[in-house]
């Protein structure tokens, strides 16, 4: 396959992706079972999909090396569980906009992790941006204190905080098989919903949409991961940022729900500053490209 043609099977890949991530908020509204029950058949579903996945893509080599994880992969497991336990309960209690518009800032938030944890150093750039990133976010949590949201979105802010730590994890743990680890995140959260709820006591109607749910994780996760491998990181991550108008979108046109007043003004800068932030690091990308060695 040429560049050209590897370059645009990454754009439609993560594009895509963002279309099914963004279908998040409006499976878990309309499913009426509680979030455990959510997550454990979506992780289920999602997990079957993911592990198809990582066997098609080891196809005639050995699977060992596939499917080893050690200690650092079990962590990248763990890790992403809690995040979507937390990202499924945020949606129950918030609306889509504020978790969508937290989860933007996640990129910034696994920047000051990896600052304070590894020290590693963050362009200045890039801590700018997040305290712009940051100042939305306080303005979006402060419209959910009179609208009795506040406790759905400091759950969105943690969602946000685990998948920013799950982020600086797969950096750190390069060797790690991450899909896989996904798949038996998800289905980690399968077994756990028994220590809280009865997972089979669930109407035929959210048991399939549950699995519509996990179908369509498992297939964000793989467009992502595969449209990522086909694209410079600065362009990968601009073009994820369409998943907050995309969900907000679905939100609307699906579930009737209008983003709040403080929603829009705290959205407007995160998403302002995330485009800006990576469609610097895109020229800057292609800037160094094109200059001869």
């Known amino acids: 396959m040429s560049v050209v043609s590897e370059r645009t099977a990454g754009i439609l890949m993560i594009?895509?992706?963002?279309?099914f991530f963004g279908l998040a908020g409006v499976f878990t509204k309309t499913i009426t079972a509680d979030s455990w029950t959510i997550a454990g058949w979506r992780g289920l579903s999602g997990a079957i999909l993911m592990a198809a996945y990582v066997l098609w893509r080891a196809r005639g080599r050995p699977l060992a090396p596939a499917l080893r994880l050690g200690w650092r992969g079990w962590t990248l497991a763990?890790?992403?569980?809690?995040?979507?336990?937390?990202?499924?309960?945020?949606?129950?209690?918030?609306?889509?906009?504020?978790?969508?518009?937290?989860?933007?800032?996640?990129?910034?938030?696994?920047?000051?992790?990896?600052?304070?944890?590894?020290?590693?150093?963050?362009?200045?750039?890039?801590?700018?941006?997040?305290?712009?990133?940051?100042?939305?976010?306080?303005?979006?949590?402060a419209g959910g204190l009179e609208a009795g949201r506040l406790r759905g979105d400091l759950i969105a802010l943690l969602m946000t905080f685990c998948c920013a730590l799950y982020i600086v994890l797969v950096r750190a743990f390069r060797d790690s098989p991450t899909v896989w680890a996904g798949a038996l995140s998800a289905f980690l959260l399968f077994l756990a919903c028994f220590a809280f709820v009865d997972p089979f006591a669930v109407s035929t109607r959210d048991l399939v949409l549950c699995c519509c749910f996990g179908t369509s994780f498992a297939i964000a996760t793989v467009l992502w991961t595969e449209g990522a491998m086909r694209l410079p990181p600065a362009e990968s991550g601009l073009l994820g940022t369409a998943e907050v108008p995309v969900a907000v979108t679905f939100a609307w046109l699906f579930l009737g729900e209008l983003p709040p007043?403080?929603?829009?003004?705290?959205?407007?800068?995160?998403?302002?500053?995330?485009?800006?932030?990576?469609?610097?690091?895109?020229?800057?990308?292609?800037?160094?490209?094109?200059?001869p060695v």
Not at 15 to 19: F, Y
Not at 93 to 105: F, G, I, K, L
Not at 261 to 285: M, N, Q
């Open 78 to 141: 763990v890790v992403g569980a809690v995040a979507s336990i937390l990202f499924i309960s945020a949606f129950k209690q918030t609306t889509v906009s504020n978790v969508a518009v937290a989860y933007a800032t996640a990129p910034f938030m696994a920047a000051a992790i990896a600052w304070l944890v590894f020290r590693q150093s963050s362009p200045v750039r890039t801590m700018v941006t997040a305290v712009v990133s940051l100042a939305g976010v306080v303005i979006m949590v």
């Open 15 to 19: 594009v895509g992706s963002t279309a």
């Open 261 to 291: 007043f403080a929603s829009v003004i705290g959205g407007g800068i995160v998403v302002a500053a995330v485009f800006w932030y990576a469609s610097r690091d895109l020229v800057a990308a292609r800037r160094q490209a094109v200059e």
